[in-house]
C-alpha cells in the first residue's frame, strides 16, 4: 500500500482530530495531494488539496475549520480538523495525483485506504 492514512476516530462536536496520510512510494513530491471523504450513502466529496508547491484549496463545508499541510521531507501529508460537526463524519481518503484540477477524484490516480471520522452531538 502506498498511501497509509491514519488518525480518525469518534470525537464530540466542537473537537478537533488531525489526519496523517504516509506516502511509502518515490512520487510524493511530484504530486498534488488531496482529502476527499465519503459518508454513508452519498458520493465522495472534496474536502481539501495541497499543491507540490504548497498552494492550497478547502471546500466551502471546510474552510476555516480545516487546515491541509504537507511536509515533503517526510512524504508525509496532514489535514487538521477543528470545530468539527456530525456532518464531518465520514471515511476520509487521501490521494496523490497530478492531474489539471485539484478537486476531481479523476484528477487522482493514487489512494489511501481510508480513516473513519466520528462526529458525535
Known amino acids: 500500500v502506498q498511501l497509509q492514512a491514519s488518525g480518525g476516530g469518534l470525537v464530540q462536536a466542537g473537537g478537533s482530530l488531525r489526519l496523517s496520510c504516509v506516502d511509502s512510494?518515490?512520487?510524493?513530491?511530484?504530486?498534488?495531494m488531496g482529502w476527499f471523504r465519503q459518508a454513508p450513502g452519498k458520493e465522495r466529496e472534496f474536502v481539501a488539496a495541497i499543491s507540490r508547491n504548497y498552494a492550497t484549496k478547502h471546500s466551502d463545508s471546510v474552510r476555516g475549520r480545516f487546515t491541509i499541510s504537507r511536509v515533503n521531507a517526510e512524504n508525509a501529508l496532514y489535514l487538521q480538523m477543528e470545530s468539527l460537526r456530525p456532518e464531518d463524519t465520514a471515511v476520509y481518503y487521501c490521494?496523490?495525483?497530478?492531474?489539471?484540477?485539484?478537486?476531481?477524484?479523476?484528477?487522482?490516480?493514487?489512494w489511501g485506504q481510508g480513516t473513519q471520522v466520528t462526529v458525535s452531538s
Open positions: 490521494a496523490g495525483g497530478d492531474g489539471r484540477y485539484w478537486t476531481r477524484i479523476i484528477d487522482y490516480n493514487n
Open positions: 512510494g518515490s512520487t510524493f513530491n511530484q504530486n498534488n
